[in-house]
């Protein structure tokens, strides 16, 4: 069976990827199966140009087909922070929990109907026997509010509201996300290239 590398050691973006592309035959591996490989320097000043980063330096490490997911959460009344820097926003070392609260605290004077978001979602795949790159991506919109919400997902799911369907993100089983999500999106745009690697 071909392998796909995800380039990635998140747990959450791995489970969920995993879950997207579980219909395909494909043999699905990620960077805890290749521990000697750094740390890849994200960078690139967008979503999409990281994604490359991460998906072409994964694949040249190893030689083999490799996916990635560049992701974050954009806050309109906070200029699109955290953007690209989601993953470290506030403090090194800080838990999902401790970014969030930062967050929460950052729009503790925005009502509700200001407090508009989306989350990002470029994929890469890049297949290094061809020496090509295939980019998508997928947003969706929400609202950031004052509590946390729901145990599902990762990251700022229980703080992020999508309000057609009046559940934040963690309040949606692992299948309701991987219907709505941004990840969602960006993944099923990118299948027919995945398939052509096949
Ligand atoms: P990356 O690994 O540099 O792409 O960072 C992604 C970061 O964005 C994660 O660590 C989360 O903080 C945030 N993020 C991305 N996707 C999601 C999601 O689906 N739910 C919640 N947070 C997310």
Same mark, same amino acid.
């Given at each position: 069976?071909?392998?796909?590398?995800?380039?990635?050691?998140?747990?959450?973006?791995?489970?969920? &990827?995993? @879950?997207? %592309?579980?219909?395909? *035959? +494909? /043999?699905?591996?990620?960077?805890?199966?290749?521990? !000697?490989?750094?740390?890849?320097?994200?960078?690139?000043?967008?979503?999409?140009?990281?994604?490359?980063?991460?998906?072409?330096?994964?694949?040249?490490?190893?030689?083999?087909?490799?996916?990635?997911?560049?992701?974050?959460?954009?806050?309109?009344?906070?200029?699109?922070?955290?953007?690209?820097?989601?993953?470290?926003?506030?403090?090194?070392?800080?838990?999902?929990?401790?970014?969030?609260?930062? &967050?929460? @605290?950052? %729009?503790?004077?925005? *009502? +509700? /109907?200001?407090?508009?978001?989306?989350?990002?979602? !470029?994929?890469?795949?890049?297949?290094?026997?061809?020496?090509?790159?295939?980019?998508?991506?997928?947003?969706?919109?929400?609202?950031?509010?004052?509590?946390?919400?729901?145990?599902?997902?990762?990251?700022?799911?229980?703080?992020?509201?999508?309000?057609?369907?009046?559940?934040?993100?963690?309040?949606?089983?692992?299948?309701?996300?991987?219907?709505?999500?941004?990840?969602?999106?960006?993944?099923?745009?990118?299948?027919?290239?995945?398939?052509?690697? +096949?």
């Amino acid at each position: 069976m071909p392998r796909l590398v995800l380039a990635s050691k998140n747990k959450g973006k791995i489970l969920e &990827l995993r @879950e997207l %592309l579980a219909g395909l *035959p +494909l /043999e699905i591996v990620s960077l805890a199966d290749f521990p !000697a490989i750094p740390e890849v320097i994200e960078n690139g000043g967008a979503f999409a140009e990281n994604a490359v980063i991460k998906a072409k330096a994964i694949a040249e490490a190893t030689g083999e087909l490799t996916m990635a997911d560049d992701s974050g959460l954009e806050v309109d009344a906070l200029n699109g922070e955290p953007g690209i820097y989601s993953a470290r926003y506030g403090q090194p070392g800080w838990s999902d929990r401790e970014r969030y609260r930062f &967050l929460l @605290e950052k %729009l503790q004077d925005v *009502p +509700l /109907e200001k407090r508009t978001a989306r989350f990002r979602c !470029a994929v890469a795949l890049y297949n290094p026997d061809l020496n090509r790159v295939e980019q998508t991506d997928g947003t969706v919109e929400g609202l950031i509010i004052d509590q946390p919400r729901g145990n599902y997902g990762f990251g700022y799911d229980p703080v992020f509201l999508i309000p057609e369907l009046g559940k934040t993100m963690a309040e949606l089983s692992p299948e309701e996300k991987n219907r709505f999500s941004h990840r969602a999106r960006a993944v099923e745009k990118m299948i027919p290239f995945l398939k052509r690697c +096949l």
